[in-house]
């Protein structure tokens, strides 16, 4: 059964750093993209970034570009995600999920993690 | 990238049809083939229900269907059941290498 959890989640100031983490199981994890995806407060879903199964290529959306990165570790099954210079609106619930086809549609989804900015 | 645009709301009575569009651009729905739709009920994870415009993972109900023309994709709900009451996204590749999700539409089984 695939599975994939979230954690790393925190209340946090503006300007503070986060490192989000998503533990995968049930699938060979080197063999998929994964993406993160976002879910603010009342809103819509909102892609972030994706990376390949091997790590090379990596997958940004423009409003996160510069301020977040994306990794993976294969060897421990587990994908990443590090926030920097977080601002109130990046509170949200954030998802990953593991990529169909890298960057086209998404197959399964971890249950998120929530992310408070706030002074 | 702008948000494809879905509208807010649909509703239907049990048994009827609905269909939710999705409307993009030459760069991304209208571009390629790579348009997938998601059911959300409240407080949980999304759920893929077609992807690549036309494609049901296994288990989907095969009320759900997809299609496409130019810059707006559909999804179109045969049958409605109250089950189907939710928030339904859709989503497109893009030429920049991204991935962008429409506003979210949702549904109301009255």
């Known amino acids: 059964e695939v599975q994939l959890l979230e954690s790393g989640g925190d209340l946090l100031q503006p300007g503070g750093s986060l490192r989000l983490s998503c533990a995968a199981s049930g699938f060979t994890f080197g063999g998929y993209a994964m993406s993160w995806v976002r879910q603010a407060p009342g809103k819509g879903l909102e892609w972030l970034s994706a990376?390949?199964?091997?790590?090379?290529?990596?997958y940004y959306a423009d409003s996160v570009k510069g301020r977040f990165t994306v990794s993976r570790d294969n060897s421990k099954n587990t994908l990443y995600l590090q926030m920097n210079s977080l601002r109130a609106s990046d509170t949200a619930i954030y998802y990953c999920?593991?990529?169909?086809?890298?960057?086209?549609?998404?197959?399964?989804w971890g249950q998120g993690t929530l992310v408070t900015v706030s002074s | 990238q702008s948000a494809l645009t879905q509208p807010a709301s649909v509703s239907g009575s049990p048994g009827q049809s609905i269909t939710i569009s999705c409307t993009g651009t030459?760069?991304?729905?209208?571009?390629?083939?790579?348009v997938s739709w998601y059911l959300q009920y409240p407080g949980k994870a999304p759920k893929l229900m077609i992807y690549?415009?036309?494609n049901r993972p296994s288990g989907v109900s095969n009320r759900f269907s997809g299609s496409k023309s130019g810059d707006t994709a559909s999804l179109t709900i045969s049958g409605l059941q109250a089950e189907d009451e939710a928030d339904y996204y859709c989503?497109?590749?893009?030429?920049?290498?991204?991935?962008?999700f429409g506003g979210g539409t949702k549904l109301t089984v009255l």
């Open positions: 990376i390949s199964g091997s790590g090379e290529s990596t």
């Open positions: 989503s497109s590749y893009t030429s920049s290498s991204t991935l962008v």
């Open positions: 999920a593991r990529d169909g086809k890298t960057v086209d549609y998404f197959d399964y």
């Open positions: 690549e415009v036309t």
């Open positions: 030459s760069s991304d729905v209208g571009r390629y083939n790579y």
